[in-house]
């Protein structure tokens, strides 16, 4: 989906308002380390005066004045820092802030648009907020056993180490997760889990029932008006740093869902972008929907992880 000019001037305010709340924490620093710290605003102001008379003298053709321009600040830079230091502030207190190191809070690096813009304009476009809201219920810190017991107990933790596996090497190592078993027995919960951990490390994450995407993708399919929007949506789909797909066999299955969904799953398996399905069916009912072509990527790719035991919902409500 492209941005409109409203979304994306939106996301840009947030972007000025880090810039503004960034600048005023330096400046209080600043202020502080001023008042508490004697000698470092004289060291700060002969920095100033120094760069004016070197200036002056690479004016009137002094070949030597950069050079000593810059051995000079080197001393006056050591100076500051050796205040910070013997003050008990660590050497940069007073380094620029920024939420985002990566492209210094502007959105953009070389041009191309940063991780973190990447993240808002996801969260916007597909009212990520939502998620955010159910993660705050659903995350590794909420996480309980309290449900399971014997065999499906064993079961759960060993699903649980996977999903903790995964988002702990999210970064680091290339994996597809394949949740599959009977109902309510955790597999949207540990998915969930899973982009907690990813989203707070900074990565794109999109999440869809499969219904609710492919219903998105029949919509936008055949509409002409609606070809940027859908071009848009697939590069999102094969592009974003993780994809998670609900409830798969819930979609209308029809030739073109089948088609999109094996055009999703090969783009991302080629870009090696990590995906994550959950499913109600077994596998051999996956292996009896899916054309054999979609059901040997998924084979072939995805670390399987089946749940099996009580339906939690049901066992919470019944204890509330």
């Known amino acids: ?38 000698g470092y605003r004289e060291i700060d102001e002969s920095v100033a005066s120094i760069s004016v008379a ?31 230091l013997d003050n008990g502030y660590p050497e940069n207190f007073l380094q620029p802030v920024f939420d985002c190191p990566d492209c210094k809070d502007t959105g953009y690096i070389q041009g191309q648009k940063c991780h973190c813009f990447k993240q808002a304009e996801i969260a916007l476009l597909y009212e990520q907020s939502n998620l955010r809201q159910i993660l ?9 056993y309290s449900f399971f017991e014997g065999d499906t107990l064993v079961s759960y933790r060993k699903a649980v180490e996977k999903s903790k ?33 990813c989203i707070e490390m900074g990565c794109s994450v999109l999440y869809f029932s499969a219904a609710s995407l492919f219903t998105l993708l029949s919509r936008n399919a055949y509409s002409f008006k609606n070809q940027d929007e859908m071009a848009s949506l697939c590069s ?49 009912d996956c292996k009896n929907r899916y054309q054999d072509r979609i059901f040997s990527r998924i084979a072939s790719n995805f670390e399987f992880c089946k749940l099996t035991g009580p339906d939690i919902r049901m066992a919470k409500r019944f204890a509330q």
């Open 1 to 38: 989906m492209a941005l409109t000019a409203s979304q994306y001037n939106f996301i840009m305010r947030q972007y000025e308002e880090r810039q503004t709340r960034n600048r005023h924490l330096r400046e209080e620093r600043l202020r502080h380390i001023y008042n508490t710290i004697d």
């Open 136 to 144: 705050e219920k659903e995350n590794f810190d909420t996480l309980s």
């Open 236 to 284: 999102d789909l094969y592009t974003c740093d993780l994809l998670i797909i609900d409830d798969l066999g819930t979609e209308t299955a029809t030739a073109f869902t089948l088609s999109q969904f094996f055009i999703c799953l090969n783009e991302r398996l080629l870009r090696k972008k990590p995906i994550i399905i959950s499913t109600n069916l077994s596998l051999e």
């Open 165 to 197: 596996n995964f988002a702990g090497n999210f970064k680091t190592s290339y994996q597809n997760l394949f949740f599959y078993g009977t109902v309510g027995t955790g597999k949207t919960f540990l998915s969930n889990c899973i982009a907690r951990e």
């Open 54 to 84: 070197q200036g002056r003298k690479m004016l009137a053709g002094d070949d030597n004045a950069l050079v000593q321009l810059r051995q000079k600040l080197r001393v006056l830079s050591m100076d500051r820092a050796r205040l910070l």
